[in-house]
């Protein structure tokens, strides 16, 4: 593993670092949009008071935290894998470069001893996941990886009840921030309610803390509302989505490349304000992220 001189630093000094996902620049923005959102993201930490540690696999190494030159590069090159728990030790033993998913990325924080990431939105349950048995790793990752994961829920293109569901299944703790819906990603209420509610950076960091003292496998995941200027309400989201998702159904997408396709689609079909919104989600899950990183901090002194 190759820390950048600043993650390493922090990492000495017990400072509060933030990892990031690398699969939302090279699967889930266009460019140059990807990168530009990605320095803003570091920023956005940076101004916080924490570390960014954005993690990807480089010809063969895993990186926590780049270089500037290296967030360029991964940003428009083409045909970078996606990796998840399933094939990132493989792309690392064969020399490969590969951006990070949720789980992947959670798999990283752990190795480098880094408790809190932020990222837009979770990969969850699919829908007619009955038939496909298509469901995200992210979600068994958040089982088993003691990683505070920061989101504004999981992405509305999925099945949203099962993936409660299957987080319930898994005991994974879902803490709605400051309200008492889960939010639906591009939107900030939905109607389902929220397992658990914060209100504040301090008593998310105390049960992260809390769950390490116990002993207790994997994290959890903190479901962040997008501000309200920003939101698309779901009813506008609605047929948008439902369009995205017959295409890929006619078009035979699976696997890895639906949420990448699904996306893409919304984006041109909205003419890009959902991309206007994933990027606002992002910066303010950032933002959360660097005061629970601190808080943890905080709690552990
Ligand atoms: N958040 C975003 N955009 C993204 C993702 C997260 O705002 O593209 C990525 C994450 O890397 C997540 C992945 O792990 O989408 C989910 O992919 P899948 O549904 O194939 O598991």
């Known amino acids: 593993m190759i820390q950048s001189d600043e993650v390493a630093d922090a990492l000495r000094n017990g400072a509060p670092i933030v990892a990031l996902e690398s699969t939302i620049i090279t699967h889930g923005m266009p460019w140059p949009q990807n990168l530009e959102v990605a320095r803003r993201v570091e920023d956005t930490v940076r101004e916080g008071g924490a570390v960014p540690a954005t993690i990807a696999v480089i010809d063969g190494t895993l990186h926590v935290g780049l270089t500037d030159a290296q967030l360029e590069d991964l940003a428009q090159r083409d045909g970078v894998a996606k990796l998840s728990r399933a094939d990132i030790a493989a792309c690392m033993a064969t020399g490969g470069t590969g951006a990070t998913t949720v789980a992947a990325t959670m798999i990283g924080a752990r190795l480098a001893g880094i408790d809190v990431f932020a990222t837009g939105g979770i990969g969850g349950v699919h829908r007619g996941a009955e038939d496909s048995f298509d469901i995200s790793a992210d979600l068994r990752e958040l089982s088993e990886t003691p990683v505070t994961v920061v989101a504004a829920g999981a992405k509305a293109i999925l099945d949203l009840p099962k993936t409660w569901e299957v987080l319930e299944t898994l005991g994974v703790p879902v803490i709605a921030v400051g309200q008492d819906s889960i939010p639906a990603f591009w939107s900030a209420m939905s109607p389902h309610p929220a397992p658990l509610r914060m209100d504040r950076a301090?008593?998310?960091?105390?049960?992260?803390?809390?769950?390490?003292?116990?002993?207790?496998?994997?994290?959890?995941?903190?479901?962040?509302?997008?501000?309200?200027?920003d939101e698309i309400p779901?009813?506008?989201?609605?047929?948008?989505?439902?369009?995205?998702?017959?295409?890929?159904?006619?078009?035979?997408?699976?696997?890895?490349?639906?949420?990448?396709?699904?996306?893409?689609?919304?984006?041109?079909?909205?003419?890009?304000?959902?991309?206007?919104?994933?990027?606002?989600?992002?910066?303010?899950?950032?933002?959360?992220?660097?005061?629970?990183?601190?808080?943890?901090?905080?709690?552990?002194?």
Request: charged letters at 15%; proline letters at 6%; a negative charge.
């Open 202 to 229: 301090s008593e998310i960091a105390a049960a992260h803390v809390m769950r390490g003292a116990m002993g207790l496998p994997g994290g959890q995941l903190v479901a962040n509302p997008i501000p309200a200027p």
């Open 234 to 301: 779901a009813e506008v989201l609605a047929p948008v989505i439902d369009q995205a998702l017959e295409e890929a159904a006619a078009q035979g997408i699976a696997a890895k490349a639906v949420t990448p396709f699904l996306l893409a689609r919304i984006f041109e079909l909205t003419e890009g304000r959902s991309l206007e919104a994933n990027i606002a989600l992002v910066l303010n899950n950032a933002r959360l992220a660097a005061e629970i990183a601190q808080e943890i901090g905080v709690a552990r002194s």
